[in-house]
């Protein structure tokens, strides 16, 4: 049955999402699956970890920006619209033409010119234009990406902006700018600030920006968390960081930042004030904080998860104890791709989801092989089943196997 689900969407020319209606064009790429997910906003949910995380997070910017009355300065916006066009996601964040970012095989498109939101930096410009400095935007966002226990088509980030003037940055002293003649020749690395900018402005943002950020780390996850900062690029941002802290021996990405790039808030109608952005992902913190072995388990409506977070302090220590283990299946899975047209993983990944929903614990492809006289290429990959919240039996696991090995020759592929 679940079959007949990514089959159903061809049918019409047309897809029908949060009360609109959208044309279909050689880009849609969105599975039915994939669309069940939009409104459920768990993360608005009272109780849900990701709620607590988030409310611990704002609860962070209200005490740490206020303005002389003692009231906080961050407005917070979080039931923006997951869908979003190619000019918000992408082209008003100067993200280039032939970006990897933008491909079918990393979002989800609606058609040509919508697609699910693939970061809350979508909204940057918009609330600029609306007149905003400080804000916060919370939402849902959609990557087509690899299965694993740390990944989902479907997470949470938070977005955050600031944005000063001139006077705001250095007070009384009428001697220093925000801007000045750039040399936009002397260009060494991604780490050097942008030609327009003063490096006493850039200095006084990073400085801000890091310092918050490091005091939010510390708020989190404790005093004595470790934590470093590691150089990064994203078109949206010069220069660019992230910050990273240190959980079980590993360092964890927390987050991206940087000051932004000036056009974009000159093209937001914007000329006096510099700014810093970032953006963190909620489940990341959430999986670290409260010790949540696997990402599926946010999406879980079972009580039994549910209830170890019903707590009266959103501060209070929680450590997720596993209901149980239920034992896992696994069932290889080997085509030959096509020749004459494009596969990619993402789109087997997406259909073995598709099908087996939230059974599938992690695919990995465990042999690339080329044939060396008809030059076929070959994957195998290995799915892993695991249910919640039983055991499995084979002959279940059996049922949604064949279901893949029947549909998969939709992409072209041919089973071995
Ligand atoms: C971005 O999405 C940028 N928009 C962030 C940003 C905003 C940078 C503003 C500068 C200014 P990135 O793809 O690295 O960057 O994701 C940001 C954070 O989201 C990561 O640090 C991580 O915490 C989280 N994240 C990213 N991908 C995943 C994933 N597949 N699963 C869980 N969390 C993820
Ligand atoms: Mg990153």
């Avoid at 849609?28 to 709620?51: A, C, E, M, W």
């Avoid at 609306?130 to 938070?158: C, K, S, W």
């Avoid at 892993?384 to 002959?395: G, I, P």
């Amino acid at each position: 049955k679940a079959f007949i689900s990514i089959t159903v969407q061809t049918k019409t020319n047309e897809i029908s999402l949060l009360n609109n209606t959208y044309a279909k064009d050689d880009y849609t790429n969105v599975t039915d699956k994939l669309v069940s997910y939009l409104g459920r906003n768990i993360f608005l949910k009272p109780h849900h970890p990701l709620s607590l995380v988030r409310q611990r997070i704002i609860n962070f910017f209200y005490k740490s920006f206020v303005n002389r009355r003692g009231n906080p300065i961050f407005s917070i916006y979080e039931n923006l619209p997951p869908i979003v066009d190619i000019d918000q996601n992408f082209d008003s964040l100067l993200i280039p033409e032939d970006h990897p970012s933008r491909t079918k095989s990393d979002c989800y498109y609606i058609n040509r010119k919508y697609l699910l939101r693939a970061h809350m930096t979508a909204h940057q410009s918009e609330l600029m234009q609306a007149g905003l400095n400080n804000f916060l935007m919370i939402g849902d966002v959609y990557r087509r990406d690899e299965i694993d226990r740390t990944h989902y088509p479907v997470f949470h980030q938070l977005d955050a902006v600031r944005l000063r003037t001139k006077e705001q940055i250095f007070l009384k002293d009428e001697a220093l700018n925000i801007f000045e003649e750039g040399n936009n020749t002397a260009f060494t690395s991604a780490q050097e600030k942008q030609a327009c900018h003063s490096l006493e402005a850039v200095k006084l943002m990073e400085f801000e920006l890091k310092d918050t950020l490091v005091g939010l780390a510390k708020y989190l996850f404790g005093n004595n968390v470790e934590y470093r900062w590691v150089d990064t690029y994203f078109p949206f941002t010069q220069p660019s960081w992230e910050l990273e802290v240190l959980y079980e021996n590993n360092w964890l990405e927390l987050l991206g930042c940087g000051i932004m790039r000036q056009p974009i808030l000159s093209n937001a109608g914007i000329n006096d004030k510099i700014g810093w952005a970032f953006g963190l992902g909620l489940e990341r913190i959430a999986m670290c904080l409260y010790k949540i072995p696997d990402i599926r388990l946010f999406w879980s409506n079972d009580s039994g998860f549910l209830n170890q977070f019903k707590v009266n302090d959103i501060n209070a220590t929680i450590s997720y104890k596993p209901i149980s283990q239920y034992p896992q299946c696994t069932n290889d899975i080997s085509f030959w791709l096509p020749k004459d047209r494009e596969f990619s993983s993402n789109d087997f990944y997406d259909l073995v989801r598709s099908i087996g929903g939230d059974l599938i614990e992690q695919v990995s492809l465990i042999d690339n092989f080329i044939h060396p006289k008809t030059g076929k290429t070959s994957h195998c990959y290995r799915i892993t089943y695991r249910h919640m919240e039983k055991t499995l039996t084979q002959s279940e696991v059996n049922v949604v196997h064949k279901n893949i090995e029947k549909s998969v020759e939709e992409l072209g592929v041919t089973i071995r």
